[in-house]
Each structure stands twice: as C-alpha cells, then as structure tokens.
C-alpha cells in the first residue's frame, strides 16, 4: 500500500472533522489534566475514523478518569508546600488504583463526584460498551443486529463465460448468512462503532468537566 493514500486520506479526514472536533481539541480539564493525552488520542482516532478504537480509549478514560477523581478528592486541601503530609495522603490514595469499575462507580456517586444520573449511564455504558468491547463479546456489540443477512452468491469463472458467449447472466443464487458469521459480525461492529465513537466519547468529556467543579 503506497504512503500517498494514507497522506490523502488522513488530510481528508481532518479536513472534514477537525471543525467539529476543535472545542474538544481547544478545551483543557483544569484539576484533570493527567486525562490530556487520552483524550487527544481518543480525539485523533475519531477525526480519522479509528471509532473502534476510540471508543476503547474511551473505556479507559472513563476507569482513569473515576480514579484520578477520587484520587484528587482524597488529596483535596493537600499540596506540595506540606510535603509530609501531602506524601501521607498520595499513599493512601494508591488504595483507589485497585478498584474494579464496580467500586469506583460506587465510591464516585458516595463521594457526590458523579450524580445518581450519571452513575446510572456509566453502568450502562459499563455492560454494554466498555465490557463488550474490552472482552470482544461480538453478540453484546451488535445487538439489534437481525438473525441473518441476506446475500447473492455467483461465480466469476460462469460470468466471465457467460459474457463471452453473449448469454443472459441469470438470476445470482440467493443465500442466507447469520450474522455472527465472523466477517458480518465484524461489519457490523464497525458500523456500531461509528455510530457509537463521538457520542460515547462526548457524554463521558461533560461528566469529566462536572466532576472538576467537585474536586
């Protein structure tokens, strides 16, 4: 594959998407800046159509994000001018980096870091994004997806023959696929994907900037 459809490509990409992406790009989180470089990622991985793998920064943003906030909120009060007992709190705070999303999401929400509303839409997204994806659970993915995909089979050899003998084509065989045959499943966790990405990535940015006025 040459360099220039990769070139065009991506100068195409941010062409069309950087306009709408620019607040996000142009916005920085105060009191969480170590989520900086996540989100440029994620940011860049959507303006170039990357949605899969978007969202799966995403679902680390998210479990980083809950971390850092309780983290933060532990520290609350404490800096560097005492560095004795800032050094206290850092240490106890390690105790936050061991929590499933499970614990996180409950001690953000007892902690007031996130709302019962939030709470509840990242353990949505908890069960139906962030495990599927992290699991590859391709039935989770595409849900709603129907049972079978309808499909024509046909041999290019017969075509080929057909047309230099100058005979009707014929009606192509028509054929039933399920849908998690592995290359339609996969189709259509791309398709989710996209329709997923900057949606997922843009409720879970609000709920970071929420929590910064907490902490």
Excluded at 21 to 38: G, K, M, N, S, V
Excluded at 96 to 117: P, W, Y
Aim: one cysteine or more; charged letters at 25%; hydrophobic letters at 35%.
């Amino acid at each position: 594959m040459e360099r220039e459809i990769f070139t065009k490509g991506f100068i195409k990409s941010v062409d069309e998407y950087f306009e709408s992406l620019r607040p996000f790009y142009d916005h920085d989180l105060r009191y969480l800046p170590e989520l900086a470089t996540l989100k440029f990622e994620i940011l860049n991985c959507l303006m170039l159509g990357f949605y899969q793998a978007s969202i799966c920064t995403t679902n680390h943003f998210v479990e980083r994000m809950l971390k850092l906030s309780l983290m933060k909120n532990h520290t609350k009060g404490y800096n560097y001018s005492d560095m004795e007992t800032y050094t206290v709190k850092l240490k106890e705070s390690k105790k936050f980096d061991d929590l499933t999303l499970n614990q996180s999401l409950a001690l953000a929400l007892e902690k007031e870091l996130i709302s019962n509303e939030q709470y509840e839409y990242l353990k949505k997204i908890k069960n139906h994004i962030r495990n599927p994806y992290s699991h590859a659970h391709i039935s989770k993915i595409t849900q709603g997806a129907p049972e079978s995909v309808k499909m024509f089979r046909f041999s290019f050899d017969d075509i080929k023959s057909r047309l230099g003998k100058n005979e009707n084509l014929g009606k192509p065989e028509s054929i039933e696929i399920p849908s998690y045959s592995p290359a339609i499943a996969q189709f259509y966790q791309e398709h989710v994907s996209k329709l997923l990405g900057f949606q997922y990535f843009r409720n879970v940015y609000a709920i970071a900037r929420d929590i910064e006025k907490k902490i």
